[in-house]
């Protein structure tokens, strides 16, 4: 079967959240070859973003259709895509491999997915349900380590593993401006969690602006009321922040680039904002004030210089980032980050000139995950919330789900190839 032709790639791109429709557009157009065109979906669910988040991304991609996961399959049965961007928590990305597994086409699309920023938490688990991908991108030279030794560890194909970068670094290099003197608090939905965390953390930001009267000082927040999400937030700041605030102290939405634009000082407890600060050289403090925890992720900034108290800020101490360390997280600081694509840019280039890709083969089947793979598959059916029309693959998603259990792992892998024949 004859190779793609390389001047009109066709590239779809599937996101869950706003963050993940960051990454998967932004990546999308960086592995890419020139010609490409670029259509975007979201999966209905309880992340779907708003029309405000998708226009916050700025990767100059038209706003993508919202759809069930059947609705997508069916795109891609249609519309002959050249390559597919999975940009979904790990369960879903594995739900849609076995469902574009299951599938006859012509000629199926290089698929490609990756993490949407620090990797610290579920490593293994996430990993081996994005397996099965064409390419898994790695966003550093330490991410791309990690990775290629739990594939190998349970012997797995590590092939697939490229390193790149986070695909949002970018922006004007840090210079200060004199007489201005701006400090961000980066928020995240859920770290800390719990409402008291929540709370301290609030309450030292206002005590530092009340500290630097002539300080500006922006709480970052990640979105608007009835806004969702990738990760729940069930203790918003703007709820939290009750009574008047010092007259230097604001509450911020908007592009993070736009805030580091004017930010002095970026501070966070393990928001991917440190790495985009780090990489225009913004000041940057990670906080220890509740721990160095993986339940909140500034684990993951340990030997990076960064980690620090609101005390010692308060004291005006500013950390000095670890350059050895900025350069295993591929932050980029020394300027080369525009060829940090050019490898996964190759490989998918590599592929589109295949005359025929060899048919999906995820690490999770019936026969190496039968206790795991069913529940997988039946947790993040296709068309949760789909029309009538598309419930031929809740009810194949739902029988493998229960057929492991009631006629054995043999009953399975005929349902999920009945995917393909819809």
């Known amino acids: 079967m004859p190779s793609r032709n390389r001047e009109a790639v066709r590239v779809a791109v599937l996101a869950d959240s706003d963050t993940r429709w960051k990454w998967g557009a932004l990546t999308a157009r960086r592995i890419s070859p020139p010609g490409h065109r670029v259509t975007g979906f979201v999966l209905r669910g309880r992340a779907t973003p708003t029309a405000r988040q998708l226009a916050e991304v700025g990767a100059d991609v038209a706003a993508p259709r919202e759809v069930t996961g059947a609705e997508f399959l069916a795109s891609v049965r249609d519309e002959a895509y050249d390559v597919v961007v999975l940009a979904l928590v790990g369960g879903t990305v594995q739900a849609m491999l076995h469902g574009l597994a299951g599938m006859v086409l012509p000629r199926r699309p290089v698929i490609v997915t990756g993490y949407v920023g620090v990797v610290y938490e579920k490593l293994a688990d996430g990993l081996l349900l994005r397996h099965g991908a064409d390419v898994v991108l790695a966003n550093s030279r330490a991410d791309a380590r990690r990775f290629r030794a739990v594939y190998e560890g349970v012997g797995a194909d590590a092939s697939a593993v490229v390193e790149a970068a986070l695909p949002f670094l970018g922006g004007a290099r840090y210079a200060p401006v004199p007489g201005r003197d701006t400090v961000v608090f980066a928020a995240q939905p859920s770290v800390p969690a719990s409402r008291d965390d929540r709370a301290y953390?609030?309450?030292?930001?206002?005590?530092?602006?009340?500290?630097?009267?002539?300080?500006?000082?922006?709480?970052?927040l990640r979105s608007k009321p009835g806004e969702h999400t990738t990760h729940v937030e069930e203790h918003p700041y703007q709820k939290l922040a009750k009574g008047p605030l010092p007259p230097n102290v604001r509450l911020v939405h908007g592009h993070m680039g736009e805030v580091l634009d004017r930010t002095d000082l970026l501070v966070t407890v393990s928001s991917t904002a440190a790495l985009e600060a780090l990489h225009r050289g913004v000041p940057t403090a990670v906080l220890t004030d509740l721990g160095v925890r993986e339940a909140l992720g500034n684990h993951h900034f340990i030997g990076s210089g960064l980690l620090t108290s609101w005390d010692r800020l308060d004291g005006g101490h500013r950390p000095c980032p670890d350059a050895a360390w900025l350069t295993d997280q591929g932050v980029?600081?020394?300027g080369s980050y525009e060829g940090s694509f050019d490898a996964a840019r190759a490989r998918v280039l590599d592929l589109l000139a295949e005359p025929a890709l060899p048919p999906v083969a995820p690490y999770y089947t019936p026969a190496t995950a039968p206790g795991?793979?069913?529940?997988?598959l039946g947790r993040h059916r296709l068309d949760a919330t789909g029309p009538p029309a598309a419930g031929p693959v809740r009810r194949l998603l739902r029988d493998a789900a229960r057929g492991v259990y009631r006629h054995g792992v043999q009953r399975v892998a005929p349902v999920i190839r009945r995917l393909g024949e819809l």
């Open 201 to 220: 953390l609030l309450l030292r930001l206002v005590e530092h602006a009340r500290l630097h009267p002539h300080r500006e000082v922006l709480l970052k």
């Open 332 to 334: 980029a600081a020394d």
């Open 372 to 376: 795991y793979l069913p529940a997988i």
